[in-house]
């Protein structure tokens, strides 16, 4: 059971930022459809994604026997599904009518997801466990840049790299030297990343930041690669692994769409929401993986 809330709560964790994401105003999802109709077709999607998120995390909760042994508790999830309502709600408005709607459904969420954590004393157990969080919320950070613009999306990319590299830190010291040796790669890639997104910043230094970048993309391939042949996450993480591959490689044909004029924006767009799933899904699973295993370990002890 401490495994299914461990996966509900990260699902809540996650929906909840993609919302505070598509919160802030620095960035043009919508490109050239948003400016002819005024109705910002991506950042709907995003935001519907994180109201799906969140639903399936609380259509996990109410199930826990957690829940239903702490009568007290379940309010805190009546006033998380007024927070989704009043995303839902936000997606109708426009300007900053819609900005104060959304970042008020998001602190909303935010506190009930901390009462309701209190209520039923749950915590993310174990180190493992707690950096393979940081890796899934440090990479939605990362991602989100392909589907913001402007400064602040580079800034919060930043972070989320810091919060990814601190993540496999916790995370390496409970894997096999196979999956050890993934995620130390994958640090490698995380280093080049920070390198490009600065050089990112600089004027005319953009070529210099692809190619950064690109180097970075293959080193991150091999770590993943290492990852899924990890014995210490069992079938469950070495799929998420594998998902994980497939991201990145999906990411890696939408920078590529990314040169084309105009359509281009888009395909990225677009493709980085799909991306922003998998990334999800494929956490979610090494989690999952990691969570079985030390619940396995402490068993046989």
């Known amino acids: 059971m401490k495994q299914n809330l461990t996966k509900s709560f990260t699902l809540?964790?996650?929906?909840?930022?993609?919302?505070?994401?598509?919160?802030?105003?620095?960035?043009?999802?919508?490109?050239?459809?948003?400016?002819?109709?005024?109705?910002?077709?991506?950042?709907?999607?995003?935001?519907?994604?994180?109201?799906?998120?969140?639903?399936?995390?609380?259509?996990?909760?109410?199930?826990?026997?957690?829940?239903?042994?702490?009568?007290?508790?379940?309010?805190?999830?009546?006033?998380?599904?007024?927070?989704?309502l009043a995303s839902f709600i936000a997606l109708f408005l426009n300007g900053s009518t819609q900005i104060i709607a959304q970042v008020l459904a998001v602190i909303v969420l935010l506190v009930a997801n901390k009462l309701l954590k209190g209520a039923i004393n749950?915590?993310?157990?174990?180190?493992?466990?707690?950096?393979?969080?940081?890796?899934l919320i440090g990479g939605l950070l990362f991602i989100y840049k392909e589907i913001g613009g402007g400064i602040a999306f580079k800034i919060i990319a930043l972070a989320g790299i810091v919060l990814f590299f601190l993540g496999l830190g916790?995370?390496?010291?409970?894997?096999?030297?196979?999956?050890?040796?993934?995620?130390k790669i994958i640090r490698v890639a995380l280093i080049l990343l920070i390198v490009a997104t600065f050089l990112d910043m600089i004027p005319l230094m953009g070529l210099f930041a692809g190619i950064v970048a690109i180097v970075a993309f293959f080193v991150e391939l091999t770590?993943?690669?290492?990852?899924k042949s990890s014995a210490a996450i069992g079938e469950i993480g070495q799929s998420?692994?594998?998902?994980?591959?497939?991201?990145?490689?999906?990411?890696?044909?939408?920078?590529?769409?990314?040169?084309?004029?105009?359509?281009?924006?888009?395909?990225?767009?677009?493709?980085?929401?799909?991306?922003l799933i998998l990334w999800v899904v494929g956490w979610l699973r090494v989690e999952a993986g990691t969570a079985t295993r030390m619940v396995s370990t402490a068993t046989a002890a």
């Open 12 to 84: 809540l964790i996650g929906g909840i930022l993609i919302l505070l994401l598509n919160a802030i105003p620095d960035h043009d999802l919508g490109g050239l459809v948003a400016a002819a109709s005024g109705f910002d077709m991506q950042s709907t999607f995003v935001a519907l994604i994180g109201i799906v998120l969140v639903l399936a995390a609380v259509s996990k909760i109410v199930k826990a026997d957690e829940l239903n042994s702490r009568p007290d508790a379940k309010k805190f999830v009546f006033i998380i599904l007024g927070g989704i």
């Open 122 to 135: 749950f915590t993310f157990g174990n180190t493992a466990t707690k950096g393979a969080l940081w890796v």
């Open 170 to 183: 916790k995370l390496v010291d409970n894997l096999d030297q196979e999956g050890a040796k993934g995620a």
């Open 223 to 227: 770590g993943y690669l290492r990852l």
């Open 240 to 275: 998420g692994a594998k998902v994980l591959v497939v991201n990145m490689v999906l990411l890696a044909v939408a920078s590529l769409f990314g040169i084309i004029p105009f359509v281009g924006d888009m395909v990225v767009g677009a493709f980085s929401i799909l991306g």
